[in-house]
């Protein structure tokens, strides 16, 4: 099946810091990337879908402007959590849709976890 | 506002017992339900349902949609501690836009 990566799979900054979050797409392009967060014993909160070429799309209550999001390539979407605090600390996780795929077929990177400090 | 409702929250059952989650769901343009498994990291893909009364199949797991009722079920037979997990119910709104669930946590003890 398409396979979906993220990097760093654990990152450890300090309050005040950027951290940026890489998602690839390794064996197909993906126009439309998608983005959640998952706190602790939660379920996945879709934040914001990040479109190849124009500007992402994000949903009521996440801030554009602490979450940067950028779709540079066909198989390539960055999320940057600018200046972190430690309430940002979580579990974010990209997916993407396959043209390959069953319609509505997501696959799931292994998720990025941030830990704020 | 659209909505994905997931019970129960959480399970404890002992090996070899069966269990049932449950998943409703008030979306608009539904267009299919999906069933993860998620251990540590990412959710692993287990089903997709887009047609009502058709059960799907995969070894001890099963599941079934009902769209007029707008509800799905999971079923876990003869379950195992590898089964221990979140399980989680996401809606496929439109294109590719996903909702998801509360998750159920499930606990297999030996």
């Known amino acids: 099946g398409a396979v979906v990566s993220q990097h760093p799979s654990r990152v450890i900054c300090k309050s005040g810091t950027s951290v940026k979050i890489e998602c690839r797409s390794l064996?197909?392009?993906?126009?439309?990337m998608f983005w959640y967060r998952q706190f602790p014993k939660k379920s996945l909160m879709l934040m914001a879908t990040?479109?190849?070429?124009?500007?992402?799309?994000?949903e009521q209550g996440v801030e554009k402007d602490k979450f940067l999001i950028n779709h540079a390539s066909l198989t390539l979407s960055t999320l940057t959590v600018t200046s972190a605090h430690p309430e940002d600390s979580s579990f974010y996780i990209c997916?993407?849709?396959?043209?390959?795929?069953?319609?509505?077929?997501?696959?799931f990177g292994p998720g990025t976890r941030l830990t704020v400090l | 506002e659209d909505k994905v409702v997931q019970s129960p929250l959480s399970l404890v059952v002992h090996e070899g017992d069966t269990v049932t989650l449950n998943c409703s769901y008030e979306?608009?343009?539904?267009?299919?339900l999906l069933w993860y498994k998620q251990e540590k990291k990412a959710p692993t893909f287990l089903f997709m349902l887009?047609?009502?009364?058709i059960e799907k199949k995969s070894g001890r797991l099963s599941s079934i949609l009902d769209k007029k009722e707008l509800f799905s079920i999971l079923n876990i037979t003869a379950t195992q501690t590898g089964d221990s997990a979140i399980y989680l119910c996401?809606?496929?709104?439109?294109?590719?836009?996903?909702?998801f669930g509360t998750g159920t946590r499930l606990k297999v003890l030996a």
């Open positions: 990040s479109n190849e070429g124009s500007k992402a799309t994000y």
């Open positions: 996401a809606v496929a709104s439109g294109t590719y836009k996903y909702i």
């Open positions: 064996d197909f392009q993906a126009t439309t």
């Open positions: 887009t047609s009502s009364g």
């Open positions: 979306v608009t343009n539904f267009r299919s």
């Open positions: 997916s993407a849709p396959t043209s390959g795929g069953a319609p509505n077929e997501q696959f």
